[in-house]
C-alpha cells in the first residue's frame, strides 16, 4: 500500500473493502458534520454497508471509473476524497471529499485534492476535473476556490438530498489552467524560500 505525506502527520493512502470497520469508525464521527452533503457518509451505517460502499470504489477502481482515498491524520482516518465519477473517454472526471470535524480548518482536502488533481491530469491525461456543491455547503465552495477552479453555473434544485432539492454549484479546472496556476504557486513557493 501506498501513501502520499500531506504534511503535519497527514497521510493520503487507499481505503479498501477489508477497512471496512475503520471506515465505519470514521464515518461514524464524520455523520452529522458530513452527513448533509455527502451521500457516502449518511449511507454507511454498520459494517456490511461500509463494508458495501468500499466494494463499489474497488469495483470502479478496477473498472477505471472511479477510486477512493483516506486521509489518514496521525494514523486516524479522518476523511476522505474520491473520484466520482473517471470518465477516460471524455477526459473527465469529478472529485468529491469529505472531513470529521476534528480535521477540519487544516488545509488537509486542499492539498489532497492537489494530488489528486496533479495525478489525473498529469499521469492520466484528464482535460476536465470537476466539484460539485450545494451552493448552502460554503466550506465546499472554499475548496473549489482555493483549488482555483472556475465557477460553471447552477443547477438549480438538482439533488433532492435528504428531504430537500439542493441547488448544485458546479466548479471545474482545465488541465492547461492547472498547471499554469501550479507553476505559479511553485515560483510563489521558491521566492518564499529564497527570501528566508
Known sequence: MFAISLGEGAELRPIEPWQAQ?????????REYAAPWVPLTALTTDLASARERLQVFADKQAADTGRLYGIWLDDTLVGGVLFRIFDTANESCEIGVWLEPSAAGRG??????RVLIDWAVDTRGMHRVEWLASS??????????????TKDGVLRESFPWQGVRHDMEVWSVLAPEWRKAREARE?????RRAAR
Open 22 to 30: 475503520e471506515f465505519l469508525t470514521h464515518v461514524d464521527r464524520a
Open 108 to 113: 488537509l482536502i486542499t492539498r489532497a485534492s
Open 136 to 149: 448552502a455547503n460554503a466550506p465546499s465552495i472554499a475548496v473549489a476556490k482555493r483549488l482555483g477552479m
Open 187 to 191: 515560483a510563489d513557493a521558491d521566492a
